[in-house]
């Protein structure tokens, strides 16, 4: 591993509440492949935790309720033919992951309102279009 995988700020991905578990792989490395165990399953515990702040944690079985089972957060990877690069692979994406769902939630967007102005303009623009169509009907030019 090449060290620490921070998710944001301080808060890092603690090595010791990792689970790894390694698989064959499907995919390039021709008759390597049967013999090597490259797949990657990374599983992190989001509810025993202790690495996340409190708020953090409850954002985050929130917002990945659809990806846990039994409040364990599962990340697979099997791109690359070496178990090395897969581990980086997967360790990199349950960081930006956990980012992604302990991120504060947006601002909400405050509605502005439309000038008089404005208004006025679109209005007046809307009535002479209505005239120039109602010009267009109804001559006899003959």
């Known amino acids: 591993m090449s060290g620490p995988y921070v998710i944001r700020g301080s808060v ?6 990792l689970v790894w578990r390694f ?3 499907s995919g390039p ?3 390597h492949v049967n013999t090597s165990d490259s797949q990657v399953e990374l ?3 989001l509810v025993r935790t202790q690495a ?3 708020v953090w944690q409850q954002r985050a ?3 990945l309720a659809g990806r846990l089972v039994g409040g364990v957060l599962s990340v697979r990877a099997s791109e690359h033919r070496s178990q090395w ?3 980086e692979t997967a360790a990199v994406r349950l960081a930006a992951l956990l980012a992604e769902a302990t991120a504060p939630p947006p601002k909400p967007r405050r509605t502005s309102r439309i000038p008089r ?3 006025e303009r679109r209005l007046r623009e809307k009535k002479q279009r209505g005239e120039t169509k109602r010009g267009r009907s109804g001559r006899d030019w003959g």
């Open 52 to 54: 996340l702040p409190e």
């Open 12 to 17: 890092v991905l603690p090595e010791t509440e």
């Open 85 to 87: 690069r897969n581990r």
């Open 61 to 63: 079985l929130e917002r």
């Open 23 to 25: 698989s064959r792989s």
């Open 43 to 45: 599983r992190f515990d």
């Open 117 to 119: 102005g404005i208004n």
């Open 29 to 31: 490395g021709g008759q």
